[in-house]
């Protein structure tokens, strides 16, 4: 499928983006009275949301809609068109179907949006005849100098603006990763994996077809969002390569990216053909792009979410001197194993450190690395510990187990490596952390990852994170001594 | 560290071991009136567990202690020592100071009791002192025929038993894995974690030092042991390799073992040195030794217990057709990528089997495989498409992948998978299923685990665990090929 490329990045539409996510005014056309239509949701999600701007629900055969909300009716004024609207209109949903979306543009267009989120499908992902329908739209939008995002979207979702202008049941959980999805399904489905893993993002948009605003636009948007820190991506297919690496070039250096691609395999590109129509291109050539832009590659889902979560809370891991801080020998000797795995091995406990550590620990705790403290730790050894190592001047990163004893509350714990990361963290040295035990854990971690630490329920994902916050620092490091 | 090798299994200590699991009789040696003491907990967590057998705890110095159960103080009566207990032991749980372990151990003995669990610690991970003390103990109970479970263990845990022998917090879930852990502190994490994702448990066993009872004894009792299916084991060092190859080799024909060995980096196998004293051994080493014994080798705990979740549900898969199921395009895409990265590639679904899917999806639907029935795929569409692959000759295994819509209630979807598996379980295909929906599926899943079904929340992690049901598959197999 060959699309209508522009080949280069529209700057100015960078900057015009900005009236999509943080819209004061949104119209919803196409909404409809009947609660099982899309067009109705989107006005249902964006009161749920608690959007404080206005909404504008645009439907010629209805006077006003009624929406329930949290049990309540809440009856909208509708107009005709979105001509009718005395105010300026932000971002334009189209939710009306494909046949009869031409004119509706059109209406857009004159009344001057500042951008379309189209969520209508049936365009190029159907074949030539909605190719045909979708290059004639681009052309129009284009000459109005209109960012259309999609079409063939969930919608748009910017959390700090309380914004879901989409069918997604609900705002993300909140923090600072923008996430891009090239999957509508994805976007739906995890938004409430992010509640359930406190993965707080800022926002969410779904790219669909990228008829018109691509990847590229969208990334660069992001690095100069300052609700967000790190961008995650889930990629099917990039056409617009080139402009693609261009935008991760000049992001990187400022934010981290983190991406999964799917269809890396030979059958999953195939797949991929037929999900998006993405030419998914050969894995080597995607493998040297990123790496050109330093953007860091992911094969999974909790892997992208693990990592991102990390990259959003923590600075980079500036150096390799990583320290495992741990009750457990078990948990500890997993992690050595992940460390080696994952490019960031272990070395020994510089000796002032276990010097240090020696003075609380019993004698038959180890302080090589990892510091297994035994089962005897309290919450104020994990502190000290923790303390001492993020402050020794050789220690580049520090990630601390937690397997559940009977002589610890995990939320003692939690709160006592909180304390020390708040009195710590300008340092500028990443803390990672695992809580082993389950249900028992879960208040703990949850309230960590509250609190800005990243918190995973095993050793193996603690150190996976590190060694991303290190990719990234190497990425840093190299681009410093480059320059 | 040079432990008491027998250098062949005892055939008739794996059958004496089942009076320590299925013990109707327990003696808690050093049942503190202190509730900090551990062996204040061990008698609470027997309580607590809800165990139907007879407790006997005793303490020299009390005639009777109180232990609160959910809010309730109960007393019990003490006894002076193991030998005065009216009945017969069958299990003896020690936690008594390691000092005085001796003439505890001669009670035991002269008792006649059934096993000895020795919790307590101070032995020979803590040196050659401890080493010799443990040796002396090992010399006793050999000599009196009396397997020795430990010492240093967290205990010995039996869930249909409903015998929490151990100062762990409570039972696992229940179901058909046996855990023989070589580390304590992550069991107990574990048990929480096994609650939270409803990983079923038949028995949990630390195997601390080991220098009586070891992993190959343990191994052939749960190869005969009705209420397991399942054998997953967390493995610092094997010291007695001959007779673990020799466990593994007879036990892997009839149920599946799968492994978690730490300490296969270098660094790793240093950090076993000091926690457990293990020799790691060279990876290599182990590697062919799991191999030769079907063992399956995984890299981190959740792999561990993802895998062995679907091994104590699902039959093995016999061939290496496989058919992922979908509504959501990327999810499908992340699987075709994960089943090529773990050896099972997909291939084209049978044509007999696309016409049939035909029949019901819409036109811009994938039957090629992954068949993406789109996002309109209502839980009917799930359930026959499900049906018709598993029904399916060419079919082999059956991936089901669930993105969370707004048309479908995932609990539906769930329900429906339920029926299908239950009408088609008898052909012997496996079945594994992803719920991708964070809070909106946790339900749903938890559900669907509760009745037989493994799900998981990524696609990728439902296609591992697959592949090691393929890998079960291949192993058997290849014995019969060679048989």
Known sequence: MIRMRIPHIRYDYVKKLHRAFKAKTVAIIGASRNPNKIGHQVVKRLLEGGYQGKIFPVNPKANKIEVEV???????????????????????????????????????????????????????????????????????????????????????????????????????????????????????????????????????????????????????????????????????????????????????????????????????????????????????????????AGVIRVESLDELFDGALALSLMPPMKGDNLIVITNGGGAGVLATDSAEKFGIPLRDTPEDLQKEIRKFVPWFASTKNPIDMTGMATDEWYARATELALQNSKVDGVIVLYCHTAITSPMEVAKALYEVWERNKHLGKPLTVSFIGGIECEKASAWLKEHGIPCYPEPYRAVRAMAILRQYGRFLEKLKGSS
């Open 70 to 292: 949290n049990g309540k009716k809440i009856p909208l004024k509708c107009y005709k068109s979105v001509k009718e609207i005395p105010d300026d209109i932000d971002l334009a949903v189209i939710c009306v179907p494909a046949q009869i979306v031409k004119p509706v543009v059109q209406d857009c267009i004159e009344k001057k949006v500042g951008a379309i989120a189209m969520i209508t499908a049936g365009f190029s992902e159907v074949g030539p005849e909605g190719k045909k329908l979708e290059d004639e739209i681009v052309t129009m939008v284009r000459k109005a100098g209109i960012p259309l995002i999609g079409p063939n979207i969930v919608g748009v979702i910017d959390a700090p603006n309380k914004m879901n202008a989409s069918f997604a049941f609900s705002l993300p959980y909140p923090g600072k990763i923008a996430f891009i999805s090239q999957s509508g399904a994805l976007i739906i489905g995890l938004i409430g994996w992010t509640h359930e893993h406190k993965i707080g993002m800022s926002t969410i948009v779904s790219v669909g077809n990228k008829a018109d605003v691509d990847f590229s636009e969208f990334i660069l948007y992001f690095k100069d969002d300052p609700d967000t820190n790190c961008i995650a991506m889930y990629i099917e297919g990039v056409d617009a390569g080139p402009e693609f690496v261009e935008a991760c070039r000049k992001t990187t250096p400022i934010k981290p990216i983190i991406a999964c691609k799917a269809g890396m395999s030979e059958r999953g590109a195939l797949a991929t053909m037929s999900h998006t129509g993405s030419m998914a291109g050969s894995a080597r050539i995607y493998d040297a792009a990123f790496k050109k």
